[in-house]
């Protein structure tokens, strides 16, 4: 008979210092996908979810969605939206229980969102609180298994209320769909009565900016040789290695390590207090100065291979940027760069664009409008030249299949009529992480053939531009809610001291 196990995925990356407010609308314009929806949302993705269901028949497990709710990072998620979320997957887990019984959960969370109201009236740790009312709800004999985000906090509640936890190993993260196949396998040997998980987690005093987390290269190669070195050994199931997302400011943020040994739990902290220990020592590693926008930009223009992407890093809407800031497209402009292209959110010029009609010129103040301290609005004369509803389906190796939606888009020219004679600039409606090269190429932009390219990604769009990104990759330091110098930050509750705030 099969195993009735409950899956569900709510998955918010929340920044303490992001001025972009997360209410329940933040979750999806078209709302939330429930039930057999979850299905349908998620079928031949290259998703976590995706990986339970592909896993499901040759496991046995007969799969209940909940909901599967996702928005793009921005501030700590509200009380009332996250109350809703929470909620309905613990009544989808009550109606299973009803209909027959739950044999274990199969959960697709994030690992760094805050909710407002949990810490004392602080927003605290939403991914810990939802797993222990999983586990208070299920009792312990049923397997909680998770899947979490390589930009994890991993706390305490965190470990304390699953079986398994199960971090992403890729940073771009194009191992979502490999990590719901190893969730469910994990799931299906408890089930079965073959593995006994118990973990360890390790958290060194550290807290990485994102900025050389990538694990192409820098210490989080390093990092992961060591935990599958660990894993190579009998008796540990995995050791994950989440470097921390650094704009989470509560009271267990840091690079966190959690090792997975099975019935073993010395072993598991041995393996955890090991990789977290190397951490430790390649801190300095994590830390990277970036070029200002015009030394940058001079880079660029030097460079005989193109495109060359510009990454307006601080303002990584993936992490919890607005979206809108102006720094690096106002150098651009004032230097008269052309055959360029790039993305913003601005609904106010994309109403100016519907508006003036294709083939219309208009003047428009492009961004700036979020948090003026990130910059004022850049003003250009443009013409527009392609509008469109903003539905796509994502190509690149991140998240494939899955369909977007980001409102009414438009595409200015500055400088001229003609794709390569000007700066081209898709705008949207809605806040989006730009990380896949079709939010160019659905608008009917070819980024492969522009000599410069303004991405505002910290790393996930180098999954999609790099293969095409001959010039190669500029990362650019300017002001933006997701900027890699965390000095900038007023923290009031990390735990302190911590590197690289505090002398270490
Ligand atoms: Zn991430």
Known sequence: MAYRVVIGRISHESNSFSPVRTGIEAFGADGIPEG??????????????????DLAG?????????????????????????????????????????????????LDLHGAMLAEGLDGGHPGDGDGDILRACRDLVGPGVPIVCVLDLHANLTRAMVGSSDALVIYRTNPHVDMYERGVEAARLLGGVLDGRIRPVQAL????????????????????????????????????????????PYNDFGEAGLG?????????????QA????????WELRGQFLKRLPEPDAALADAMGRAARPVVLADVADNPGGGGTGDTTAVLRTCLDAGVRDAMAWIHDPDTVARAFAAGVGGEA???????????????VRVRAYVHALSDGRFVLRGPQSTGMRMGIGRTAVLLV???????????????????????????????????????????????????????AGGVIEVDAPGAASPDLARFPYRAVPRPIFPLDPM
Do not use: C, Y
């Not at 990485?208 to 190669?221: A, L």
């Not at 390590?257 to 072993?267: E, F, P, Q, R, S």
């Not at 955890?272 to 951490?279: E, K």
């Not at 090269?437 to 659905?442: L, S």
């Open 58 to 106: 040759e496991l046995g497990l007969d799969l209940i969605p909940t909901l599967a709710a996702h928005a793009v990072p921005s501030a700590p998620v509200a009380a009332a939206a996250f109350a809703w979320m929470k909620g309905r997957l613990l009544d989808g887990i009550r109606a299973a229980r009803t209909a027959g019984r739950v044999d274990g959960l199969l």
């Open 363 to 377: 003047e428009f103040a492009l961004g700036g409008r979020v948090e003026p301290a990130f910059g004022a609005p």
């Open 272 to 279: 955890a207090d090991d990789v977290a220990a190397l951490a």
């Open 257 to 269: 390590v959690v090792a997975v040994a099975d019935g073993d739990a010395a072993l598991a902290r």
């Open 36 to 53: 057999q929806e979850v299905f349908a949302h998620h079928r031949g993705t290259r998703t976590a979810i995706g990986g339970f269901m």
């Open 415 to 469: 400088g001229g009529q003609r794709v390569e004679d000007s700066f081209a600039i898709v705008a949207s409606e809605l806040r989006t992480a730009p990380n896949d090269a079709e939010i160019f190429r659905f608008v009917g932009l070819e980024p492969s053939r522009a000599r410069l390219l303004l991405i505002k990604s910290r790393g996930h769009f180098r999954a999609s531009f790099e293969p095409l990104a």
């Open 202 to 245: 390790a958290k060194p005093p550290m807290l990485p900016p994102t900025i050389n987390q990538r694990t192409g290269e820098g210490p989080m190669v390093a990092l992961l040789a060591r935990a599958a070195q660990w894993e190579g050994r009998a008796g540990i199931l995995r050791v994950g290695v989440a470097p921390a997302f």
